[in-house]
């Protein structure tokens, strides 16, 4: 297994292309299940997952052509999608089990064709991440749907019916199931409750641009009216708002100064919120989103997760890093998942004072963190130990990084092009 070394307190300098969202891209892959003409999209990041789902996809006879490699700047690559037909409606454990997000070829499979068997995700690191509000939806819907062997099958006979369906809690993936699921129900179905997250939205307008009548993006009440079929269409993956805010922190923690190019800042509200009210300049430019930390004191700011338009849950491990070096304390509260401080006890290994209760972790800022041997444990707390050791002074080295390259496109590269001194260990 791989890992990662980092010689620390090096303040960055210099520009970070962002590329495409990862949690965009895997939704906006599954929807090319709706429809039998080619689904054109630009700008795909170069990320483990996308692989995974390509690899699912294939598993179900998707076509899928591939041109542009990674390392195009923010150009991203493209990759073209035709499901013909599709040639089985099984999604098999050994694919499911590498990438949760699988479950989101479940409401476009049983959209299209009637059936779809579709391997339970499993538990993860930080949570029991059940699917059970996805499936409820669903049998709204008119799916039957039986758990047998590990496996959801769901079957309906003719169309799924257009329902009214409410969430009882908010959940990206769900929404993003259910509402490609209605794009070819009979009839009107109203998701109320639903995420707002931009990646749903990115995923919505994908989906009306393929022929889909959606009313309501961007809100908790999205309104479908199903169609018959949809039809080819060419989309451009939204900027990842997480890697730029990864990135955005690690110009902070090192007190540094870096453009992110290409990132969006109007996805980015709530953590801008957070970083500003900390010391860190955060400013809109041309081409992308300015962050300056030089010779700035920064200070710990209380932090509580939430669906957006809060503060995501995706950068509570990051901005957990920075406070960790800033100046007072942070109370960071989790309201997402029960399981998402596996960063803490590997932060303290770099001398780190937090201290978790229930679902809270009072962060105290120290001076000076230390280099130390980490380890990674999920994708999220793995970008907290990098952020950690580019600002520690020493060696940090962290293994199985694997979880990184997840999510971070040409990690290393990105760090080392603005100063970091970082290598990749092969394992
Ligand atoms: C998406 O996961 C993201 N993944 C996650 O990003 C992100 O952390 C999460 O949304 C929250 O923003 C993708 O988009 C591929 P949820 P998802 O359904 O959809 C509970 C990353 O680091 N829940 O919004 O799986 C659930 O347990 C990843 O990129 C149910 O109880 O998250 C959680 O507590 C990590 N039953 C809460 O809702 C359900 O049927 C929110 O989960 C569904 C969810």
Known sequence: MDSIRIRGGIPLKGTIPISGAKNAALPLMAATLLSAETLTLRNLPHLVDITTMANLLASHGVALHMNGGAGEGCGGRVLELTTARITDTTAHYDLVRKMRASILVLGPLLAREGRARVSLPGGCAIGARPVDLHLKALEQMGATIAIDGGYVDARVDGRLKGAHLVFPQVTVTGT?????????????????????????????????????????????????????????????????????????????????????????????????????????????????????????????????????????????????????????????????????????????????????????????????????????????????LVLAALAAPGETTIARVYHLDRGYERLEQKLAACGAEIERLRG
């Open 176 to 384: 993003e199931n259910l509402l490609m699921a209605a794009t070819l129900a009979d009839g009107e179905t109203i998701i109320d409750n639903a995420a707002r997250e931009p990646e749903v939205a990115d995923l919505a307008h994908c989906l009306i641009a393929m022929g889909a009548e959606i009313e309501g993006v961007g809100t908790s009440r999205l309104v479908v009216r199903g169609k018959d079929a949809l039809h080819a269409a060419t989309h451009a993956v939204l900027p990842d708002r997480i890697e730029a805010g990864s990135y955005a922190v690690a110009a902070a923690i090192t007190r540094g100064k870096v453009l992110l190019e290409g990132a969006d800042a109007t996805h980015m509200a709530a953590l801008i919120k957070v970083l500003t009210a900390a010391g860190v300049s955060v400013e809109a430019r041309e081409g992308g989103l300015l962050v300056d930390a030089e010779n700035r004191a920064i200070r710990g700011v209380d932090v509580m997760t939430e669906p957006h338009p809060g503060f995501p849950t995706d950068m509570q491990a990051q901005v957990m890093a920075l406070f960790a070096t800033a100046e007072g304390a942070a109370l960071m509260t989790e309201t997402i998942f029960e399981n998402r401080f596996m960063h803490v006890p590997e932060l303290k290994r770099m001398g780190a004072d937090i201290n978790i209760h229930n679902n809270s972790a009072i962060v105290r800022g120290v001076s000076k963190l230390s280099g130390a041997p980490v380890m990674a444990t999920d994708l999220r707390a793995s970008m907290s």
